[in-house]
């Protein structure tokens, strides 16, 4: 591991951690019950009991925010979990093949799926089988295997004209292995990075699609569902849309701010590869 | 034509050239030798206002009669390409590759106030001058297209576009292949007005030029003219050099200079060869000045 | 270069086909008869396979597909099995009014990020720079509808000078029909313009390190005309590509930010297909939207080919 510790890394470490602190408390305990409709305690303000206010149907922010993280991290790494599980084997692939028809194919696959953006994969699959936080999980996860594909690529092409590689393949090694001995360990920083680039770009999805309904269904908090419910009183509470917004935007930029701090700290040559989501 | 006087190049705390003076009279052919490290590429960015950031540059230097250091970039742009100009050592990278290559040698003209079609029509003829074949077709391409060789005579081009009093080439054949090195050492020497030629190759100096000056460690250690330099160095780092670069009889040791060049910011204090000369002693360590007319070295203990 | 435009025209048409096959398939997972669905609970069978022997619904499903698609490319896009209302029309009302919404976002992402991606890159060293970077980093993290939602805040609830919501067509209204657009605008833009400065700061940092910088500085030129001349047009290349990938986040993009505004865009109308049930009229939105995105891709592949006179091959 080369490079220092950066304000990058630190601050985007600092947020992500609060999330994960948050969706870890939560599972033990909350304020209060996040699905608890309570009447008698609608819109109430921040006070007393309830440290943020509740919303119009007197469910406590603060706790609907926090098993809301639980959500957002689980969409996140499953989402992220599956592209690069299916991404990374297609990129290394195409990157390491001889056969130049095999990596024109696969990119062209890759591509193909790229013009699903994960919003629409994950309406198709929500009119389908229903939309939920599974159909969200897998839409966002498939959407993002060719930011892998791609990166996985880009590195392993690197890779592959190094000396080592060149010696050991002169040496007879199969390709399996120089993937495993070679191409793996090293583009195992790039790919560290686009994780925490693409986890970011998940939640925005899964932000996005339950505001639209496609996502988590009720009563399972969401931030993006608390937006989205808060947008017809914006006139009159504001404040229901400040928490979730909140939330949502340190998240992304906790990931955001921790992928860019692990690319100066693993290696600041990678600037280049793979900057998109 | 240019007088060095006292120029030092420093970079925050390190000091990177000291105290260099030098002057390069009109029509003459200078040469600057150095290894990697001793501060002659430095000292001729250093004459054209072309530092990196985070360097700067003290001291005096005049070109005639105008200032060359301490002066703001809009009067410096104006002399530069005009009345100095420079060719640098990696011809791969220094020309735009979106830009066909007469338009970026008829760009040094229309800088300097000439109109484009005059421009243009002057920058085939220069194309030509740098012995370029078919220069009217090759000024529509575009640097891709070109050789390493090909792309270093459109970089001289372009220097001689304004026809400069003084020409500063930086290791201008050094990345080139040897046959066309000759090639472009020729051209040089035919189409130079004055020249500082910087180079770490004793064997290009001794070709092109007619005076030289010797740096290490930031400092100029010897200076003269090249015969005298080279046939009876006195300072004791030309004398290594040159009997480094010397083909030895089959059987003998490649004799070289013990120890390594230093980094920057770690030679020693007085003189900044003594923790590799074999003549050192304690009188080394105040630092030596350039002594003597003509010939002239920095060194108490001079070879004879 | 021909060569290459041909073989990529050919990648761009089979690349449609298959998606085409996608979302068929996709579709045709759709539980339930569309017939049955239409007809409802009480129908008779013979009713329902009248109505299916007239969607033609009944047929295997490769002849439903060539049907579909063949429509397509003739721009018949077939009639809903929901509504009875002939679907092309309905997308090309919208369509003019989502590529309207894209397009000027990505104008505002331009005009933010092109003089504030260089900015940050000239001063990448003083505070200034990074202060442009950190707030760009800031602005990442704001999702469009987000942003959307603060706008409205700020300009309609508050400031009341502009509408929340709601969309008034050109030729009724040219005002309001700005009013209307131009909070979305900002929503898509400002987001997208963030994303987009970084990648125009990386950009020209890279051009600045270029030697041919140098080379224009030697000739005369004072550092910021070497930048502008030379500079600015070397780093449009790299950024051209990245503009094609924002142009399909932005299409994304103008799907939410259409909810939040209530703008009768194809989003809107993808949406209400969706809930409506309407397999149909899902399959067409999506297939423009896909579209669209190919195309972009293959037109953006194309300019930065004509734009990098290297990658044009042999003179």
């Not at chain 2, 002399?79 to 020309?95: D, K, N």
């Not at chain 3, 089979?14 to 017939?35: H, I």
């Not at chain 3, 930048?227 to 990938?245: D, Q, S």
Request: with cysteine; hydrophobic share 50%.
């Amino acid at each position: 591991m080369r490079g220092r510790l950066n304000a990058g890394l630190v601050a985007g470490g600092v947020l992500v951690g609060l999330v994960v602190l948050a969706a870890l408390v939560s599972f033990v305990w909350t304020p209060h019950d996040p699905t608890l409709v309570d009447a008698a305690r609608k819109l109430r303000e921040p006070g007393g009991g309830y440290l943020l206010g509740a919303d119009k149907f007197g469910r406590d922010t603060l706790s609907q925010l926090m098993v809301g993280a639980r959500t957002t991290l689980y969409v996140g790494i499953v989402a992220v979990g599956i592209a690069a599980l299916l991404g990374t084997p297609l990129g290394v692939l195409a990157g390491m093949t001889r056969q130049g028809w095999l990596a024109e194919l696969v990119m062209r696959v890759n591509d193909l799926v790229f013009a699903f953006p994960a919003l629409l994969l994950a309406v198709m699959l929500g009119a389908v089988y229903g939309a939920g936080t599974l159909t969200a999980m897998i839409a966002i996860g498939v959407a993002t295997v060719p930011a892998f594909a791609r990166v996985a690529r880009a590195a392993t092409l690197q890779v592959m004209v190094t000396d080592y590689v060149l010696a050991a393949r002169a040496a007879g090694r199969r390709g399996g292995a120089i993937a495993l001995r070679h191409v793996l360990p090293n583009i195992g920083s790039v790919l560290i990075v686009q994780a925490s680039v693409s986890f970011a770009i998940a939640i925005l999805a899964e932000a996005a699609l339950s505001f639209l309904g496609f996502g988590t269904r009720p009563p399972t908090p969401s931030w993006g569902r608390m937006l989205q419910e808060s947008q017809e009183l914006l006139f009159s509470t504001p404040r229901l849309a400040l928490w979730p917004g909140l939330a949502i935007a340190l998240a992304v930029l906790g990931f955001n701010l921790l992928g860019d701090g692990l690319r100066d700290f693993l290696d600041p040559k990678l600037r280049r590869i793979g900057a998109e989501g | 034509m240019l007088k060095v006087d006292g120029l030092s190049v420093r970079a925050g705390s390190v000091e990177l050239v000291r105290e260099v003076s030098f002057a390069v009279g009109p029509g003459e052919r200078v040469g600057l030798i150095g290894e990697s490290g001793s501060g002659k590429s430095l000292t001729a960015l250093s004459l054209m206002g072309l530092l990196p950031e985070g360097v700067t540059a003290a001291g005096r230097a005049t070109l005639g009669d105008r200032d060359l250091v301490g002066v703001p970039e809009g009067r410096l742009k104006r002399l530069r390409g005009r009345e100095l100009s420079m060719v640098f050592q990696e011809p791969m990278t220094a020309l735009n590759p979106l830009m066909r290559v007469g338009t970026q040698v008829a760009e040094a003209m229309t800088l300097h106030g000439r109109g484009r079609r005059e421009a243009r029509a002057r920058a085939v003829e220069l194309l030509e001058r740098v012995r370029l074949p078919e220069p009217r077709q090759l000024a529509r391409a575009f640097p891709h297209q070109l050789s390493g060789g090909q792309r270093q005579r459109v970089m001289l081009a372009i220097a001689l576009a304004n026809e400069p009093g003084l020409l500063i080439c930086d290791e201008p054949t050094t990345a080139l292949d040897v046959t066309v090195q000759k090639q472009m050492l020729g051209l040089i020497a035919e189409v130079a007005p004055a020249l500082l030629f910087i180079t770490h190759d004793l064997a290009v100096v001794a070709s092109v030029c007619e005076r030289v000056l010797v740096m290490y460690g930031g400092r100029i250690v010897e200076s003269g003219a090249v015969r005298e330099v080279f046939t009876r160095p006195r300072h004791r780092y030309t004398e290594g050099l040159l009997a480094a670069s010397r083909l030895t009889p089959r059987g003998t040791r490649l004799p070289t200079i013990r120890g390594g060049v230093p980094a920057a910011g770690h030679f020693p204090d007085g003189c900044v060869f003594r923790n590799r000369c074999p003549h050192a002693d304690d009188r080394c360590e105040s630092a030596p000045e350039l002594t003597g007319d003509g010939h002239a070295h920095a060194c108490w203990h001079p070879a004879d | 270069m021909t060569l290459y435009l041909v073989k990529r025209l050919a990648v761009l048409v089979a690349s449609t086909a298959v998606a085409g096959v996608v979302v068929f398939a996709f579709m045709a997972l759709l539980p339930g008869d569309p017939a049955e669905i239409a007809l409802g609970v009480n129908a008779t069978p013979e009713a329902v396979a009248r109505l299916r022997e007239q969607f033609g619904t009944d047929r295997p499903p490769l002849a439903q597909f060539l049907d579909w698609f063949g429509g397509l490319a003739r721009g018949d896009f077939g009639t809903s099995y929901v509504t009875s209302a002939p679907i092309g029309p309905q997308i090309s009302d919208r369509l003019g009014v989502t590529a309207v919404l894209v397009l000027g976002g990505m104008v505002v992402a331009l005009l933010v990020a092109v003089p504030l991606g260089t900015f940050a890159a000239v001063h990448h060293r003083d505070p200034l720079g990074a202060a442009v970077s950190a707030v760009s980093q800031a602005g990442i993290a704001v999702p469009a509808f987000l942003a959307g939602i603060l706008l409205v805040f700020v300009f309609a609830v508050r400031a009341q000078v502009l509408p929340s919501g709601g969309y008034v067509p050109l030729a009724d209204d040219p005002g309001e029909w700005l009013r209307s657009l131009l909070l979305p605008w900002l929503s898509l833009g400002l987001v997208q313009g963030a994303v987009l400065t970084r990648y125009v700061r990386s950009a020209v940092l890279d051009v600045m390190r270029e030697d041919y910088l140098r080379t224009a500085r030697a000739k005369g030129r004072g550092s910021t005309g070497a930048l502008w001349r030379h500079g600015l047009r070397n780093a449009a290349v790299p950024v051209v590509t990245v503009l094609g990938l924002q142009l399909a986040t932005l299409l994304v993009g103008a799907v939410v930010v259409e909810r939040v505004f209530v703008i009768p865009g194809l989003g809107d109308l993808l949406l209400n297909g969706v809930a409506g049930r309407d397999l149909l009229l899902v399959q067409g939105v999506v297939m423009v939207l896909v579209t669209a995105v190919l195309l972009i891709n293959f037109l953006v592949d194309v300019a930065y080919h004509l734009l990098d006179p290297r990658l044009r091959g042999p003179r």
